[in-house]
């Protein structure tokens, strides 16, 4: 008799365990797929505009396209126009640059959820050619000492870096979105005049082997992450 109060208490434990587990399988978010081509999106960055308000020493007019597959893919291209005015402080030297850069790449958008936040990673390719300006007045022959100044304008210089970008974008309203990120660059070749190189690479930023940047971007997004319900579709038919 115990031996049958046991069978029957091991057996009433595993049926609702199997039915605990088939309820949780029901009742498990079903993240819906979202189409193969879910639309277009066009870009601007707000940050250059405003380094120019403040007087940076460098800023950029920058803006971008993008496609969106499944709405986690995301092909990019970037075109901008970067400048730098640099006076220096302890000396009298000035550098001038104003030329366009390009970058093209691919952002993965790592929110499995299609709710219009999305947690984005990239990379990107840029690329710059450009002329550069150098002036000082103060400059004196090495050999002779006639302080006669010095100035170079329109050295040529071209540059190609690999950027790597982490960022985020919210929904605003409607197909207005506001996406903002961080970039990781380091340089990839450079070639400049034999006088120097220059203070500015145009969508680089601050000349260096590697350096930090970033944007924030007003996104205008046309398309749909939804595929339309065919029980719906049916309904309608009817």
Not at 59 to 73: A, C, K, T
Not at 119 to 139: I, T, V
Not at 145 to 158: A, H, I, M, S
Request: proline share 4%.
């Amino acid at each position: 008799m115990e031996r049958w109060s046991t069978s029957r208490f091991i057996c009433t434990w595993l049926i609702s365990l199997l039915c605990g587990v088939s309820m949780a399988k029901e009742h498990k978010e079903v993240i819906p797929k979202a189409p193969f081509f879910c639309g277009v999106a066009v870009q601007a960055d707000l940050v250059g505009p405003a380094m120019k308000l403040v007087g940076s020493r460098f800023d950029q007019m920058e803006v971008g396209g993008r496609l969106n597959f499944r709405d986690h893919y995301f092909p990019i291209c970037e075109l901008g126009i970067g400048e730098s005015d640099r006076e220096g402080q302890e000396t009298n030297n000035k550098f001038h640059t104003r030329a366009p850069y390009f970058r093209v790449g691919m952002d993965y958008n790592f929110n499995k959820k299609h709710n219009g936040n999305r947690l984005m990673g990239g990379l990107r390719y840029g690329f710059s050619g450009f002329k550069y300006d150098f002036s000082d007045p103060d400059f004196a022959d090495p050999v002779w000492g006639v302080g006669n100044g010095l100035t170079l304008d329109g050295q040529k210089g071209r540059a190609q870096w690999l950027e790597v970008v982490v960022g985020c974008e919210a929904k605003l309203w409607l197909f207005i979105r506001l996406g903002w990120n961080i970039r990781f660059k380091a340089r990839l070749h450079q070639s400049v005049s034999d006088y120097g190189e220059p203070y500015y690479v145009p969508g680089f930023g601050k000349n260096g082997s590697t350096t930090f940047g970033g944007t924030v971007n007003l996104i205008f997004d046309v398309g749909r992450t939804t595929k339309k319900s065919k029980t719906k579709l049916n309904e309608l038919v009817q």
